[in-house]
């Protein structure tokens, strides 16, 4: 059972429709059950013509899922029951840091974009949120008491992997609101999700949420992370290298066939200038056939 779990922060671009592409192909080429998510809880408010919006760019692609799409929104009390569970069983706790002072707190520079490692500060603090918000006035956040330094995985692309986890992480936001990494355990959990296809970038996320199902006690799915589609700067494809958006290109008259047939090339399935329907890549499908380096994807050549 696999799923397909879009933000719907924008219109659907080349790089996220390859991964819709691949996770559907993925379950489909073996007969399986496809859920959709969508994930319209992170960031600001998502407005339902935007939800309308990525159904209609998934199905023009020629996408399909099966039953009614599942929406975050209508499932707080899971992650609220959920993130109180991890605190009932001293996993999590309530966190009064801002940014700001984990940012002071922290010892070493740090790498990458992860920002530093939590220092621990609100370790063994308060009993709850609501004690943090009784003894500091802030709203508290709840964070992930991590004690180990890596949950090692073996992701069905990428193969074996150390994974290192970058220190106490939030589960549930200073707002209530779940945080991603505790959103996408309970759902995947709950609908009885054993294959997630998503991209790569989300690599570091992977301890956490194995972290998050064991203290949970459930059943982790085998994870598969795909590259990501880059532009020629070798950068993540983005809105400087212009406009991939689905709905761009089917406006510039780009046929539903050309875009499958473009993704089919770039996971290594067709030629260059080929065009396809989804269910004519099942037969060709298979993981080796991949890239395992970045993609390059901005070669609006094909399209113009
Ligand atoms: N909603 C996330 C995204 O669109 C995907 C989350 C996941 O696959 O775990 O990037």
Known sequence: ???????????LHLGNARTFLLAWLSVRSRGGTLLLRIEDIDG???????????????RWLGLDWDGEPVLQSDRLGHYEAAAARLVAAGHAYACVCSRSEVEAAASAPHAGDEGPAYPGTCRGRFTDRAAARAATGRDAALRFRVDVAAVPFDDGFVGPQR?????????QKRDGGPAYQLAVVVDDAAQGVTEVVRADDLLPSTPRQLLLYRA???????????????GGDGRRLAKRHGDTSLRHLRARGVTAAAVVGYLAFLCGLGPRGGSALPGDLLGRFAWQRLSRQPVRGDDHGLFA
């Open 163 to 171: 994974g290192a986890v970058h220190g106490d992480f939030v589960v």
């Open 44 to 58: 600001p408010r998502v407005k339902p013509e935007t939800i309308a919006g990525t159904l209609a760019d998934l």
């Open 216 to 230: 949970l006690g459930l059943a982790a799915p085998q994870f598969v992370h795909v590259p990501l589609v880059v």
């Open 1 to 11: 059972m696999g799923r397909l779990a879009p933000s719907p922060t924008g219109a």
